[in-house]
């Protein structure tokens, strides 16, 4: 129990130091490419139907368009990254790489050619999606708890998801989304159910049954028998 309890306060350190990280690394990319013009944005976002243009997918999420974009993108990015990585830092890792190929493959494949597209809501949509199945796959009641209380009030996100704002990258969010959900799925706790314990058996109870079974087959049972009965 203590050993778990340990094991889970250092991913939490590592998590929480993870994603601060990630978030001054993309507010860093925001001053850097503001000064710039953000050209940074137009030069490195992912634009569809190109070869060339697939390892944009990589870079597209540290790249925003505007203060008010990265602003939006912050907060959620932080508070689903950390859920998303408490629990382990391989599967964290390995479900933001399955997020940002299936939101950069969607916006490659579906996306009008003209269309340049950058910033991090993919992986916002992608942790969403993560965090909430995750809960529900491993039977985690901790997990489960925060995935229902994210569902409720981040609901709103699912119309993230439609066309329905110009401007506004749905198929990146859709993309991610797909990947959360999948990572969940393939990461997912498989190890068995431990099997409850049967009840112990008196402690005399293999002498006792190791003793009749030697009166049954030997054959002197019947004469021992008889002079047990009589105090012998």
């Known amino acids: 129990m203590a050993s778990n309890l340990a094991r889970l306060l250092a991913d939490s350190r590592r998590a929480l130091f993870t994603m601060l990280g990630f978030l001054a690394v993309i507010w860093a990319v925001q001053v850097v490419n503001w000064l710039d013009d953000y050209r940074l944005s137009y030069d490195y976002g992912l634009r569809s139907g190109r070869i060339d243009e697939l390892p944009e997918m990589f870079t597209m ?44 493959l969607t916006v490659w494949l579906l996306e009008r050619p003209e269309a340049v597209t950058a910033g991090a809501s993919g992986m916002v949509y992608g942790y969403f999606g993560y965090v909430v199945l995750r809960g529900v796959l491993d039977r985690n009641l901790l997990d489960a708890a925060i995935g229902i209380v994210i569902a409720a009030v981040y609901s709103y996100l699912l119309l993230g998801v439609l066309p329905v704002a110009e401007g506004v990258s749905w198929l990146g969010h859709l993309g991610g989304l797909i990947g959360g959900l999948a990572a969940a799925w393939l990461l997912r706790n498989r190890a068995p159910r431990p099997a409850l314990a049967a009840p112990a058996a008196p402690a005399n109870t293999t002498a ?25």
Do not use: C
Request: net charge neutral.
């Open 61 to 104: 999420p540290f790249l925003h368009f505007g203060w008010d974009h990265i602003e939006a993108n912050s907060w959620p990015l932080f508070a689903f990254g950390f859920v998303a990585a408490y629990r382990g830092m391989r599967k964290f890792l390995l479900a933001s790489l399955l997020i940002t190929v299936a939101g950069g």
């Open 208 to 232: 006792n049954t190791a003793a009749n079974t030697i009166e049954r087959t030997s054959p002197n049972a019947a004469l021992l028998k008889q002079l047990d009965d009589l105090g012998l």
